[in-house]
């Protein structure tokens, strides 16, 4: 999984340059969804090499959901933009790779999404579960849809960073998130901007900034509110289960997991200060796929490493 995680973020680094109904149908119903089935259901078909659900847009993920547009596409498998039939509205269905472990993963992702909700009082910034089902050996995990990532908005603005009062109210409620998992003794394990999603894709069109300056002067995108969402809880683990040794996107990851000390809370407190200072400058903090190099750059910001970790170090 480690492995899969730095090939991921090696593409990243910037050069950088995510069933069924509860009441059976009456008999005309059942009859009239059996025909719309045949005729719009998607014709049985292989998965890619990869374990990804092939598909095509217009088509059915059940009866329940049309398939409009193929919003994202990660290790774990694509997320699809679908109408839903029943509920009227547009979701975004995440389609798991039909493999043994990312299967488990979002498993894992349902029992903790359904965990925070049930806990939830309507203060917290979690994506919100509307309904799971398995189909074609595809584990499916539909969710309200939400607007972009906030790496995706650094990446429209060409990488200019957010204002300040901005990343002040970003960090706030990621701040208010964390602590709300960690009082579930829940720990994230993969916060970066990927996984922070803008609740609405409006935005206002601005003069741009410039990198350097010999840049040309571009308009860059703001959006028009604040509140965010955390996505991504297939790696979530309990403070009190076994830990795997190497968690974390590898920009984001606490020195703890690099040295094989264990981890615990502190490992996500890490990681949104290195997401803050990344919306802030426009930049990741440490763009390196190597340990000591890693390390080095830690020492370069932070000063040296503490004396009882470095003796502790595996």
């Not at 025909?35 to 292989?46: F, G, L």
């Not at 095509?56 to 498998?77: A, D, H």
């Not at 796929?289 to 080095?296: D, I, P, Q, V």
Request: proline letters at 5%; charged letters at 30%.
């Amino acid at each position: 999984m480690a492995m899969e995680v730095e090939e991921m973020e090696k593409a990243r680094i910037r050069k950088r340059p995510r069933l069924g109904w509860d009441v059976a149908p009456s008999r005309p119903e059942a009859q009239r969804a059996l025909v719309t089935s045949r005729r719009s259901s998607p014709p049985k078909r292989d998965d890619d090499h990869e374990g990804h659900y092939v598909f095509n847009l217009g088509e059915n993920l059940t009866p329940r959901y049309k398939i409009l547009s193929k919003m994202g596409e990660g290790t774990f498998g694509r997320v699809l933009e679908c109408w839903d039939r029943q509920n009227r509205e547009y979701v975004a269905i995440k389609v798991v790779r039909s493999i043994r472990k990312y299967r488990d993963a979002a498993m894992i992702e349902v029992d903790v999404l359904e965990h925070l909700a049930k806990n939830d009082k309507g203060t917290s910034h979690f994506v919100q579960i509307r309904n799971w089902f398995d189909y074609r050996n595809h584990i499916c995990i539909v969710f309200e849809r939400l607007g972009p990532s906030l790496f995706d908005f650094l990446k429209r603005n060409k990488y200019c960073p957010f204002p300040v009062d901005l990343v002040r109210e970003f960090g706030r409620q990621l701040l208010e998130s964390v602590a709300y998992m960690h009082d579930l003794r829940l720990i994230h394990t993969d916060l970066k901007p990927e996984n922070i999603l803008l609740v609405s894709s409006e935005y206002v069109k601005l003069p741009g900034c410039k990198r350097s300056s010999s840049d040309e002067t571009h308009f860059r995108c703001l959006p028009k509110s604040s509140a965010i969402k955390l996505i991504d809880f297939g790696s979530t683990a309990f403070d009190n289960q076994n830990h795997s040794s190497i968690v974390s996107t590898r920009h984001y990851r606490a020195p703890e997991i690099i040295l094989g000390l264990g981890w615990s809370y502190p490992c996500d407190l890490w990681s949104v200060g290195c997401i803050l200072i990344e919306l802030c400058t426009g930049e990741a903090l440490f763009q390196t796929h190597e340990n000591l190099e890693h390390l080095a750059m830690m020492e370069r910001v932070l000063g040296p490493l503490p004396e009882h970790m470095i003796r502790r170090a595996k």
